[in-house]
T-cell receptor, first 110, second 115 residues
Framework: KNEVEQSPQNLTAQEGEFITINCSYS?????LHWLQQHPGGGIVSLFM???GKKKHGRLIATINIQEKHSSLHITASHPRDSAVYIC????????????FGKGTKLSVKP | NAGVTQTPKFQVLKTGQSMTLQCAQD?????MSWYRQDPGMGLRLIHY???????DQGEVPNGYNVSRSTTEDFPLRLLSAAPSQTSVYFC??????????????FGNGTRLTVT
């Protein structure tokens, strides 16, 4: 079964720390998404990538196709970064639908 | 633009009742989908549509019906609610079927409780 594994499940950091959240998948994919779910429940898309690296502000997403692994980094973390971060992949051959990880709950303390 | 609008935000049903969760988008997106989110699990796809008049089942379609008569609307119907359908439901859209280089757009969710 194609699965998406995220680690850690929970993460507590102090304001200013560098944060890494990991995502592993089992077979070849055509795209990987990183999403952010705020405490109020809304979900926003952060990145979609199929190779290399993308950066937006303090957020950086990388993917290693050979190792079937992606990371989401947050530099100079802030309490407003507290949220659940979700990884989702599209496996090649599926009908355009995504498989989601269970999420990583991040709490940044002031 | 409103983006993706879901109604209602909250709903409590008794077992056996029926209801429709509404999803509307004003971005002319082709792809619309419904997910449910349960504690300890990733989002799971219920049904999806790649255009008006076209729908298909996702991973967990049992107990749910959908239709797509217009590009804008994609309602999710629970014909006879069961406690196992207690969940948070999200509608999500994409300009074209994934994996084109475009992000998913989510509604704010509907929290449904079935007693």
């Amino acid at each position: 079964k194609n699965e998406v594994e995220q680690s850690p499940q929970n993460l507590t950091a102090q304001e200013g720390e560098f944060i890494t959240i990991n995502c592993s998948y089992s077979v070849g994919i055509s795209a990987l998404h990183w999403l952010q779910q705020h405490p109020g429940g809304g979900i926003v898309s952060l990145f979609m990538l199929s190779s290399g690296k993308k950066k937006h502000g303090r957020l950086i997403a990388t993917i290693n196709i050979q190792e079937k692994h992606s990371s989401l980094h947050i530099t100079a973390s802030h309490p407003r970064d507290s949220a659940v971060y979700i990884c989702a992949v599209k496996y090649g051959g599926s009908q355009g639908n995504l498989i989601f990880g269970k999420g990583t709950k991040l709490s940044v303390k002031p | 633009n409103a983006g993706v609008t879901q109604t209602p935000k909250f709903q409590v049903l008794k077992t056996g009742q029926s209801m429709t969760l509404q999803c509307a988008q004003d971005m002319n997106h082709e792809y619309m989908s419904w997910y449910r989110q349960d504690p300890g699990m990733g989002l799971r796809l219920i049904h999806y549509s790649v255009g008006a008049g076209i729908t298909d089942q996702g991973e967990v379609p049992n107990g749910y019906n959908v239709s797509r008569s217009t590009t804008e609307d994609f309602p999710l119907r629970l014909l006879s609610a069961a406690p196992s359908q207690t969940s948070v439901y999200f509608c999500a859209t994409n300009p074209r079927p994934i994996p084109h280089n475009s992000p998913l757009h989510f509604g704010n969710g509907t929290r449904l409780t079935v007693t």
